[in-house]
């Protein structure tokens, strides 16, 4: 079936640090892939997509680049913030029966210190 | 705009008790997720709507959980009785119908069962 494997956390960095969390994935067909950010107390938010190979999501300085080659879908930050802490989840997707079916990685735990 | 709106918000309530909790899904959204999330297991799916109606419920962890949807615009997830291993996060979640945009989050429902 299809699954989602991200890096472990908790990952922590400095301000302004590079920022890679990992994500590699396991699906049939061409799934489509997301990154969402959960903060504290709140549900998870959408912070990028891609729906095929070699898409590039971005959204608030964040990118992923959707690679069929290496079945993955790295996040990535030029200079985080504090911010930016919190929890980020690798996820793709199924069209089943008219519903986009969500599977999740475990999810990463940043925490950027001042 | 009113995004996906759960409540209550926390639930704390004996073992043996009913548990029902609510979600009233984006306005004009077809699809419609429940997941549970802990720190054991991460976030999964237990049960999606499309069109009000239950298209897989295979992740509802057994008969003591059900879910309904009477309308497009309010669903409940029930555990009768609950247990403490049901203690959890649980979140709604809403989409356009046929993938057609990401799914949205509510803030959740953080529920102890003691």
């Known amino acids: 079936g299809n699954s989602v494997t991200q890096m472990e956390g908790p990952v922590t960095l400095s301000e302004e640090a590079f920022l890679t969390i990992n994500c590699t994935y396991t699906?049939?067909?061409?799934?489509?892939l997301f990154w969402y950010v959960q903060y504290p107390g709140e549900g998870l938010q959408l912070l990028l997509k891609?729906?095929?190979?070699?898409d590039k999501g971005s959204n608030k300085g964040f990118e992923a680049t959707y690679r069929k080659e290496t079945t993955s879908f790295h996040l990535e930050k030029g200079s985080v913030q504090v911010s930016d802490s919190a929890v980020y989840f690798c996820?793709?997707?199924?069209?089943?029966?008219?519903?986009?079916?969500?599977?999740f990685g475990q999810g990463t735990r940043l925490t950027i210190n001042p | 705009d009113a995004g996906v709106i759960q409540s209550p918000r926390h639930e704390v309530t004996e073992m043996g008790q009913e548990v029902t909790l609510r979600c009233k899904p984006i306005?004009?959204?077809?699809?419609l997720f429940w997941y549970r999330q802990t720190m054991m297991r991460g976030l999964e799916l237990l049960i999606y709507?499309?069109?009000?109606?239950?298209?897989?419920d295979s992740g509802m962890p057994e008969d003591r959980f059900s879910a309904k949807m009477p309308n497009a615009s309010f669903s409940t997830l029930k555990i009768q009785p609950s247990e403490p291993r049901d203690s959890a996060v649980y979140f709604c979640?809403?989409?356009?119908?046929?993938?057609?945009?990401?799914?949205?989050f509510g803030d959740g429902t953080r529920l102890s069962i003691l």
């Open positions: 996820a793709l997707s199924s069209l089943i029966q008219g519903a986009q079916k969500l599977v």
């Open positions: 699906a049939t067909g061409y799934p489509s």
């Open positions: 306005s004009g959204h077809n699809s």
């Open positions: 891609a729906t095929k190979a070699d």
């Open positions: 709507f499309n069109n009000n109606v239950p298209i897989d």
């Open positions: 979640a809403s989409s356009l119908q046929g993938g057609l945009g990401p799914q949205h």
